[in-house]
């Protein structure tokens, strides 16, 4: 009689579903504000550094477009294009960079995110160019211009070719521009382009050296933003 009970007990327990006993959902870990960011600024490091590395060969198409496109009148006026795009990136990276000072004091408004956007943006230069140095000591690239008869005032011959230092510093300044100032990209991004363009036509370097350097200065530049911005919406909560 007591099984019996039992068994209409179970099978009524099971027709019923809100009498059974309600589990309580596992919880589930998710990433940290920190873990994403840092997680993000390997992913844009990784994305510039896997074709950057695959670049250092010197491939055959490089050489093509050099020999096509350093002359003797393009070498005159290259290595000074190239030297005034910098300089303009450089002299619009500081005006930027004090006119948002300067607003922020004047307004008093409490969070500093542009200001350590751009602040970070600019330490992300030093650390291209310093980075960029080490890259050029690690291939040891001889320059075009050792190996090429052109008329160029080719640099020492230790003073090596992969990537081109100009070009990593004219698109880290323009990714740190873009941060925060996105519509400067009309000015900026021509800039950067002529710039390490006209490092291929000076005779200084072949093309994958720019692009080498263009995508060294960019990815650097945009990961050390990613990671800068977590404090910054810290201080803006607080």
Not at 179 to 196: H, I, N, T
Request: proline share 7%; hydrophobic share 50%.
């Amino acid at each position: 009689m007591d099984q019996g009970d039992d068994d209409r007990r179970m099978t009524a327990d099971q027709d019923n579903p809100d009498s059974v006993t309600p589990q309580t959902p596992q919880a589930t870990q998710t990433p940290t504000p920190l873990s994403r960011a840092i997680l993000l600024a390997a992913a844009i490091w990784l994305a510039g550094l896997i074709p950057l590395t695959l670049l250092a060969r010197t491939p055959d198409w490089s050489v093509r477009v050099y020999e096509l496109a350093v002359t003797d009148s393009s070498v005159r006026w290259g290595d000074v294009l190239s030297e005034a795009s910098v300089l303009l990136l450089v002299g619009l990276h500081a005006s930027v960079g004090v006119h948002l000072l300067v607003s922020h004091l004047r307004a008093r408004t409490p969070g500093w995110r542009p200001v350590v956007t751009y602040a970070a943006g600019g330490l992300s230069v030093i650390m291209a160019l310093w980075l960029n140095l080490a890259l050029k000591d690690a291939y040891s690239r001889v320059r075009p211009c050792h190996l090429h008869e052109v008329s160029s005032i080719c640099p020492a011959p230790d003073n090596w070719s992969f990537p081109s230092s100009h070009t990593v510093i004219a698109f880290a300044i323009t990714a740190a521009l873009l941060a925060v100032r996105p519509l400067l990209a009309w000015v900026a991004v021509p800039l950067a382009v002529v710039g390490g363009s006209a490092r291929v036509l000076a005779g200084d370097h072949y093309p994958h050296d720019v692009l080498a350097g263009a995508l060294l200065g960019t990815t650097l530049c945009l990961g050390v933003i990613v990671l800068s911005a977590l404090p910054s919406r810290r201080r803006d909560r607080a």
